[in-house]
């Protein structure tokens, strides 16, 4: 039994597919079977029944396979471990971000850190909150930043600031004459979202339940999806719809001047909390307390007038 043949399992298990398993444990997937096949041969049972079209756990598989992951687990920590004595702003750090935080807190955060912690570039990933949980707690990441709430066992959370949403419309829309939205008179418009998975969109509709109802409805014409803040964005400057964002994700200054215009909520406006977390057991403290520094710092200057 090899920690290649745990990761093997483990990987499968959570892609139940041997093709996409194998890509992710860059082998190929004759290779990945092969040594799946020989790692239940050395313990003389099955932990996966193979159909055609689909890969499933058996039931003593799950048990094995959880273990296998805590082992993973702990490699991970024995190599951190080793490392412990060294400067520990010294070696890249992985960091995750969701899709909402990460394109407009890294371009700040990274030249930050680069006069900051010179010595310790980053390793960037954005993903969604559920695959960026599994990474941290593989390994494969050292820390993300989310949205509250997130709990997760042995997992250290902090929160690094509060950002209010704001409602984007284009600068010629009949709203852009208030001085605030209410959050139900989203249901008189076109509302541009995220698709699902995003907790971003969740956060909306849960600052706004009526619009559930509305995406409910089989003749729903009043909601439409983008794949990013980006997308939908664009979509709001050729009119199509508006839409809500976090502050950072604003982005008016990207268009040409009167296209698009935003507006905060009336109180109680809606907001969410960004934080960091990190394994507990995860040896770098001080560059967890760099990134945080950082983000502060890129914080304050943002909210400091030019």
């Given at each position: 039994?090899?920690?290649?043949?745990?990761?093997?399992?483990?990987?499968?298990?959570?892609?139940?597919?041997?093709?996409?398993?194998?890509?992710?444990?860059?082998?190929?997937?004759?290779?990945?079977?092969?040594?799946?096949?020989?790692?239940?041969?050395?313990?003389?049972?099955?932990?996966?029944?193979?159909?055609k079209s689909t890969v499933q756990v058996t039931p003593?598989?799950?048990?094995?396979?959880?273990?296998?992951?805590?082992?993973?687990?702990?490699?991970?920590?024995?190599?951190?471990?080793?490392?412990?004595?060294?400067?520990?702003?010294?070696?890249?750090?992985?960091?995750?971000?969701?899709?909402?935080?990460?394109?407009?807190?890294?371009?700040?955060?990274?030249?930050?850190?680069?006069?900051?912690?010179?010595?310790?570039?980053?390793?960037?990933?954005?993903?969604?909150?559920?695959?960026?949980?599994?990474?941290?707690?593989?390994?494969?990441?050292?820390?993300?930043?989310?949205?509250?709430?997130?709990?997760?066992?042995?997992?250290?959370?902090?929160?690094?600031?509060?950002?209010?949403?704001?409602?984007?419309?284009?600068?010629?829309?009949?709203?852009?004459?208030?001085?605030?939205?209410?959050?139900?008179?989203?249901?008189?418009?076109?509302?541009?979202?995220?698709?699902?998975?995003?907790?971003?969109?969740?956060?909306?509709?849960?600052?706004?339940p009526a619009i559930s109802h509305k995406l409910a409805?089989?003749?729903?014409?009043?909601?439409?999806?983008?794949?990013?803040?980006?997308?939908?964005?664009?979509?709001?400057?050729?009119?199509?719809?508006?839409?809500?964002?976090?502050?950072?994700?604003?982005?008016?200054?990207?268009?040409?001047?009167?296209?698009?215009?935003?507006?905060?909520?009336?109180?109680?406006?809606?907001?969410?909390?960004?934080?960091?977390?990190?394994?507990?057991?995860?040896?770098?403290?001080?560059?967890?307390?760099?990134?945080?520094?950082?983000?502060?710092?890129?914080?304050?200057?943002?909210?400091?007038?030019?």
């Open positions: 039994m090899t920690l290649t043949e745990l990761r093997y399992i483990v990987t499968l298990a959570q892609e139940r597919h041997f093709g996409r398993a194998a890509e992710r444990c860059f082998v190929s997937q004759p290779t990945l079977s092969v040594a799946v096949k020989k790692l239940e041969e050395e313990l003389g049972v099955a932990l996966f029944e193979r159909s003593l598989g799950e048990t094995i396979i959880e273990q296998a992951q805590r082992v993973l687990e702990q490699t991970s920590v024995i190599k951190e471990l080793a490392n412990a004595g060294k400067d520990q702003l010294a070696s890249p750090l992985r960091i995750g971000a969701i899709y909402t935080i990460g394109p407009y807190l890294f371009p700040h955060l990274v030249p930050e850190l680069a006069r900051s912690a010179p010595q310790m570039p980053l390793y960037i990933e954005e993903g969604f909150t559920g695959n960026l949980r599994r990474k941290l707690r593989s390994g494969e990441l050292d820390a993300i930043i989310i949205a509250l709430p997130f709990t997760e066992t042995d997992v250290v959370t902090k929160a690094l600031y509060d950002e209010s949403f704001e409602v984007l419309i284009p600068a010629d829309h009949a709203w852009a004459k208030r001085e605030t939205i209410d959050k139900e008179d989203l249901l008189e418009e076109r509302l541009l979202l995220l698709g699902e998975g995003h907790c971003f969109r969740d956060q909306i509709l849960e600052a706004c409805s089989p003749n729903n014409t009043l909601t439409a999806e983008g794949g990013s803040l980006e997308t939908i964005r664009h979509m709001v400057a050729s009119k199509l719809g508006i839409t809500v964002l976090p502050h950072s994700a604003i982005g008016t200054g990207h268009y040409e001047s009167g296209m698009l215009v935003s507006r905060p909520f009336k109180d109680p406006a809606p907001s969410r909390t960004v934080a960091i977390a990190w394994r507990a057991s995860f040896p770098r403290p001080k560059a967890i307390d760099a990134v945080t520094k950082a983000i502060a710092h890129c914080r304050k200057a943002e909210l400091e007038p030019a």
